[in-house]
């Protein structure tokens, strides 16, 4: 048994709620009866301003060493209390709040089983009082630069939104330009603006903002460290002419590769898509026949002028086919539909003589005006055909797309082909989660912690994902997440505040370890080291998030859970099955 | 006539989805048998096989171990770790000579306040057919 403790129990009558179902005199009565027991008191709403003060002057009067207050749930009223305790001089690790509400009095129909039961747990938070430790708050200074990796239309938002909120932002791109993907598109869906308006505007904006410092032609090499204190190194072969005002200068510099050492409080990950290749799916002909492209060739096509055939003659039908390749990699891609309705626009527009003609599996035109982009494209004489199995061949250079679809089961003629296929993750994803210890789902895109109470943060902390390196998106919606990444690195990291880090951690004895790193495996945040020369492993308190895992999986019982260690749940147990 | 046997049962329930289930079955009054002793936890994964253990060593009737869905673990993955150590505790609680089936595991969301209900009731009923912990007798010298 630990040392003498004065033990104060406060059970908490919530108004009507547990008196009238627990017979709170017998608590009482019970509870001081305990020899380990100073003061048992009982109030009428302990979590009002009056009950808050009532505790504090109790604990100081009689002065108490561990406090049990028997009322609701921890997820009500626990940080309640635990600042009473902090107010009244004890640490606040030196209390435990048992649930009699949830737990007792509302879900036990009979009154004497009810209160039973409230003994029953209020013995049980005693004795795992008095094995708390006292526990106390870490803060680290926080770096409040950012590093975004990837200059596309999500890498560059966010950018400018952390830009804005005074930050200093690394924006590394690895080719030699900003703009990404969207830069090579003519216009945008559903509106039909010049895409240019909208990316030459932000892109300007980048290169104008003395808070971004871009880096093309650059790579991220090495990223270490957490939230609040990251170092990455960037391998950069950048032409920096402009800042370099002498031509001899430009000379020497010219495509030399350097290493950069960046220090920032955060990582935004914004590094875009690839597309399926279609090599794998060899029924659609593609690489093999003249004439069929995939979306990005055509929309650079159409970009640069003329809707050609490969012959410089001008095409007579075209078909778009959606959904190339979303069986093989088993998700929508959730913009082929639109972007194709787009192009059925500009080819419209351009050759309005032109057949156009779609074949899909299923039409994904969500959201307020998607539909009504479908329907208006619809009327401009283009036909769909929902359509399965489709395989495509060639001879004397007309192409014949074989399906078997609704309402045209006859092959279908055409002159050129568009294949509006999968988008996939980029090709180095798998580096970067390896760089960077996140985590890719079973379809290569970037995890999130949680898909809705955590959509862009990662199980890295300090580590944010946005754009389609989260997942196939729009433009509108890459805008969005990156617009929450700023957001919630805006209002986590502030300048001149340090970093609150979680004081529940894991903590590993080094007397007890024996270097079998079962831990290190099991931890979803990195957070555990092993040390070569002392062959133990450590807890990064930084990163811990105190789930307590590896300490179920700890087989010699070196690591612990602070504030859930095994002999505070033992305890509690024991005494629970009394 | 004799009392009606009250199974004794431990319920390490995570902090994030079962606990909050069982919050929310207490605002819902849901009623339960006056069998459970709930024991918080952050996370499933935290309820290492010796705390188990001890708790039948203890007289425990039965150990509920109640986690996050599959795929909404509040720490990622913890659940499943925590699954695959019950799959192994099974057979240990058996070398003890205790039916395995006093030993559950269930996903209850913080959403599910009647499942939550459901869980208890029934893992109560299983554990009463059961009949008290016969480890009780021989360790209670």
């Not at chain 1, 009565?29 to 709403?45: C, D, G």
């Not at chain 1, 902090?86 to 009154?111: H, M, V």
């Not at chain 1, 930050?167 to 969207?182: A, P």
Request: proline share 4%; hydrophobic share 35%.
């Amino acid at each position: 048994m630990p040392m003498e403790e004065k033990i104060g129990v406060y059970v908490c009558e919530c108004g009507p709620n547990i008196a009238d179902k627990v017979d709170i005199d017998k608590v009482v009565e019970t509870i001081s009866s305990l020899p380990s027991v100073n003061v048992v008191e009982r109030h009428k709403l302990l979590c009002s301003e009056d009950g808050k003060k009532f505790l504090k002057e109790s604990i100081q009067k009689n002065e108490l060493t561990r406090i049990v207050v028997a009322a609701c749930s921890p997820k009500q009223h626990e940080v309640t209390f635990m600042r009473v305790c902090e107010s009244a001089g004890i640490n606040p690790y030196f209390f435990q709040l048992t649930n009699i509400r949830e737990q007792c009095a509302w879900i036990i129909d009979d009154k004497e089983e009810a209160t039973e039961r409230t003994i029953r747990y209020i013995r049980a938070a005693i004795r795992r009082v008095l094995y708390h430790k006292a526990l106390e708050k870490k803060e680290i200074e926080a770096n409040p630069d950012v590093l975004v990796i990837g200059g596309g239309i999500a890498g560059i938002s966010a950018s400018l939104l952390l830009a804005s909120g005074d930050r200093k932002v690394y924006l590394i791109e690895k080719t030699k330009v900003v703009g990404g993907k969207v830069r090579e598109f003519a216009k945008l869906f559903p509106r039909m603006e010049p895409c240019s308006d909208i990316i030459s505007q932000k892109i300007k904006e980048v290169e104008n903002n003395k808070n971004i410092e871009v880096h093309t032609d650059s790579e991220v090499s090495e990223v270490l460290g957490f939230l609040g204190n990251f170092v990455a190194k960037v391998n950069t072969s950048e032409n920096k002419a402009i800042e370099q005002p002498s031509e001899q200068a430009i000379k020497e510099k010219g495509l030399e590769n350097k290493e950069l050492e960046l220090k920032v409080g955060a990582v935004v990950v914004a590094t875009g898509f690839s597309m399926l290749d279609l090599q794998q799916l060899p029924q659609y002909g593609y690489g093999k026949y003249d004439n069929v492209y995939t979306a990005l060739e055509f929309e650079k096509m159409n970009a640069e002028g003329k809707i050609l055939l490969k012959n410089g003659k001008p095409p007579k039908q075209i078909a778009i086919i959606h959904c190339v390749g979303r069986e093989k990699v088993g998700y929508c891609s959730r913009v082929c539909c639109m972007y194709s309705l787009k192009f059925a626009n500009y080819i419209k527009s351009k050759l309005p003589s032109v057949k156009v003609s779609h074949l899909y599996t299923d039409l994904t035109v969500p959201g307020k005006t998607y539909q009504k982009f479908y329907e208006q494209t619809k009327e401009k004489d283009v036909e769909f055909i929902r359509a399965q199995d489709i395989e495509i061949t060639e001879s004397n250079g007309q192409l014949t797309i074989n399906h078997k679809g609704t309402p045209n089961l006859k092959p279908l003629n055409t002159d050129m082909v568009i294949l509006s296929s999968a988008i996939t993750p980029s090709s180095d994803a798998h580096k970067l989660a390896e760089m960077l210890n996140i985590s890719q789902g079973d379809n290569g895109f970037f995890v999130e912690e949680h898909p809705k109470l955590a959509p862009v943060s990662t199980s890295m902390e300090g580590i944010f994902i946005t754009g389609c390196a989260q997942g196939p998106k729009n433009i509108s919606d890459s805008i969005v997440q990156a617009q929450a990444v700023a957001g919630k690195i805006l209002s986590s990291i502030i300048p001149g505040k340090k970093l609150e880090l979680e004081v529940k951690t894991s903590e590993i004895s080094e007397a007890l370890c024996i270097g079998c790193q079962t831990c290190l495996e099991v931890c979803s945040y990195g957070a555990i080291y092993f040390d070569e020369i002392k062959r133990v492993c450590i807890v990064n308190e930084v990163l811990c998030r105190g789930c307590g895992n590896c300490v179920g999986s700890c087989p010699s019982g070196a690591a612990s859970s602070k504030h859930f260690t095994t002999t505070q749940l033992h305890q509690e147990v024991v005494e629970a099955l009394r | 006539m004799q009392e009606e046997f009250t199974p004794k049962i431990v319920g390490f329930l995570c902090n994030w989805c079962s606990y909050a289930g069982a919050d929310l079955a207490g605002t819902s009054k849901l009623k339960m048998p006056p069998s459970l002793a709930v024991i918080r936890v952050m996370c499933s994964s935290r309820v290492d096989p010796v705390l188990v253990l001890r708790a039948f060593l203890r007289g425990a009737d039965g150990v509920l171990i109640a986690g996050c869905h599959p795929g909404d673990c509040h720490y990622e993955k913890g659940n499943y770790y925590a699954r695959r150590r019950f799959a192994l505790l099974k057979s240990v609680v058996e070398t003890l000579e205790l039916d395995s089936e006093r030993l559950q595991l269930s996903w209850v969301s913080a959403s599910e306040g009647p499942r939550f209900q459901q869980v208890v009731t029934e893992f109560t009923e299983k554990l009463k057919k059961l009949g008290p912990n016969p480890m009780q007798e021989k360790t209670s010298m």
